[in-house]
């Protein structure tokens, strides 16, 4: 079973940058997809970003050229760095473990604020 923990959110002004990571347990990281999730007040939880075991990524429109997605498996962590950083990518990041192209898997992290804010 995997369980993961998010790290690196806060309070950046606009056009900064943060990086958040999402720590796993489990033998099993380096053969799943793992995905960031986020969700603002009074919206649906939405996918950001996710990359597979085999490093392909892909990204909501609304982040593409801004956000990245990556994976150290040695370190069982997968980040997401975002950078341009509008006051519409506010929301709590919540880290996901073995979800599909369309669908998130079923471990979820705690979730980490990102607030975008002059």
């Known amino acids: 079973q995997v369980q993961v923990v998010e790290s690196g959110g806060g309070l950046v002004q606009p056009g900064g940058s943060l990086r958040l990571s999402c720590a796993a347990s489990g033998r099993i990281f380096s053969s799943i997809a793992m995905g960031w999730y986020r969700q603002a007040p009074g919206k649906q939880r939405e996918l950001v970003a996710r990359i597979t075991s085999g490093g392909s990524t892909n990204y909501a429109d609304s982040v593409k050229g801004r956000f990245t997605i990556s994976r150290d498996n040695a370190e069982n962590t997968v980040y997401l760095q975002m950078n341009s950083l509008k006051p519409e990518d506010t929301a709590i990041y919540y880290c996901?473990?073995?979800?599909?192209?369309?669908?998130?898997?079923?471990?979820w992290g705690q979730g980490t604020q990102v607030t975008v804010s002059s």
């Open positions: 996901n473990a073995g979800g599909g192209s369309s669908t998130p898997g079923a471990v």
